[in-house]
């Protein structure tokens, strides 16, 4: 077929959800499904978490290698060092209503950022990088502030004494973490730090392919990351798990569930499909720890009730968001900034893909399998 003045393929190949299309070149991740492996920058993500924090994570996302010691000192005083916020936002953040989600306040504060910055309109790698560092220094303190303020309490003042991942998990709870409690959340942040091309990862690379800023694609990601179908099904596992208070009861809720055609939120992957998703079983290693130190394994109980469930009825393994968010809700964390936490942990990977995009841009722009009614004369 040829149209005179237009562009047009003979069957454009259409895969709905887009499902193993190829949409773009990278060299940030992978998920190597044959290998079992997340290739991040060449290295397996299982294998980091047992290696590296979430500060040397940073680094090698957005400096394409893993830190010496010297390294990962500078980013952790970099990230201590550029973290103020302009008391402009604070006043805009407290006007928002009660009801505000978090997500909806994180989404507004990074709108706002995007007035302040000086070099908006600079996407050189150099000022991006720059630009990924102050947002991620930024982030715990904007996302856990805003909060405090929608729930009319006092900002916590941020502790430059403690680390990177212990003054987050101060922010969000007001409590200095204990050591264990540090690890597991750090390990939390680490997982959930990149993944290839999910939605949200798309959806920035598609803003930023119009060169578009990176508040403007981050905006973008933060609403695609509220879904329940993405990052929302942190938040949804805990109300599910807290709707009934044993195994038992977990069981006839999710076969309740079932029954009515419903989803289960924390099962299923686009990519690993009827497989676990190797970041879950770390997680709930983590919750394993965290249960037997506490000496209250309710909700691993109740975890592993659904988990055999799923797996005998659908087939279906749990994703990372199933045993994350058991695992924030004993770390005291308020259940509606499990998404926010994720996206705060997943700017790391999603600033690397903007910077890649602005820095080997092609615009985004697809086309359509028409189902509309054929033309008809007026
Ligand atoms: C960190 C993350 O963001 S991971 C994703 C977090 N999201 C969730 O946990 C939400 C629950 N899970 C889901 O909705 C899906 O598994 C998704 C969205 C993650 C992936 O979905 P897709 O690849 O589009 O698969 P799709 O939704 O078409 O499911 C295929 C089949 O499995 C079923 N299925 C998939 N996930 C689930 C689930 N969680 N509960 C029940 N059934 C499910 C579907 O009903 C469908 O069945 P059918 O073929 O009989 O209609
Ligand atoms: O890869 C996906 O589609 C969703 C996911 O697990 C993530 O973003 O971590």
């Known amino acids: 077929m040829k149209w005179e003045g237009f562009y047009c393929e003979a069957e454009p190949l259409f895969k709905p959800g887009l499902q193993d299309v190829v949409a773009l070149e990278t060299s940030i991740s992978f998920l190597d499904t044959e290998s079992e492996r997340i290739l991040i920058k060449g290295f397996d993500l299982i294998e980091l978490s047992q290696e590296i924090g979430y500060v040397e994570m940073i680094h090698l996302l957005l400096e394409g290698s893993l830190p010496d010691r010297v390294q990962t000192e500078n980013i952790s005083q970099r990230l201590n060092k550029e973290c103020d916020i302009a008391e402009e936002v604070w006043t805009i953040l407290s006007q928002l209503p009660q009801t505000t989600h978090p ?16 070099d908006l309109e600079d996407r050189s790698v150099q000022t991006n990088v720059k630009r990924a560092y102050q947002l991620l220094a930024q982030l715990p303190d904007l996302t856990a502030n805003s909060y405090h ?25 007001g409590h200095i973490p204990s050591k264990l409690e540090e690890r597991i959340f750090d390990l939390s942040l680490l997982l959930y730090s990149e993944h290839e091309l999910p939605n949200s ?24 990351l509220k879904g329940q179908l993405h990052g929302g099904a942190n938040e949804a596992v805990m109300k599910l798990l807290l709707e009934v208070d044993s195994p038992v009861g977990f069981v006839e809720l999710l076969q309740e569930k079932l029954k009515n055609k419903e989803k289960i939120m924390g099962f299923g992957h686009r990519v690993y499909a009827k497989k ?13 720890d965290l249960s037997e130190h506490r000496g209250d394994d309710r909700f691993l109980q109740m975890c592993e009730a659904g988990e055999a469930l799923m797996e005998k009825e659908k087939g279906l393994y749990p994703n990372l968001d199933y045993y994350a968010a058991p695992v924030y809700y004993m770390l005291g964390i308020p259940i509606a900034l ?15 893909h903007i910077i890649e995009q602005h820095d080997h841009n092609r615009l985004f722009r697809p086309r359509v399998h028409y189902t509309g009614t054929a033309y008809s004369s007026l």
């Open 103 to 118: 997500m909806d306040a994180q989404r507004t504060a990074l709108s706002v950022l995007a007035g302040f910055d000086a």
């Open 149 to 173: 303020l929608l729930q009319g309490r006092a900002r916590i003042v941020p502790d430059s004494s403690l680390s990177y991942t212990a003054n987050f998990l101060y922010l969000l709870t």
């Open 201 to 224: 990862t798309f959806t920035a690379r598609v803003i930023a392919s119009t060169l578009s800023d990176m508040y403007g694609a981050l905006t973008g990601a933060v609403s695609s």
């Open 276 to 288: 676990m998703d190797p970041r879950a079983l770390i997680m709930k290693r983590a919750l394993v």
């Open 338 to 352: 499990y998404t926010p936490i994720f996206f705060c942990s997943r700017t790391a990977g999603l600033t690397a």
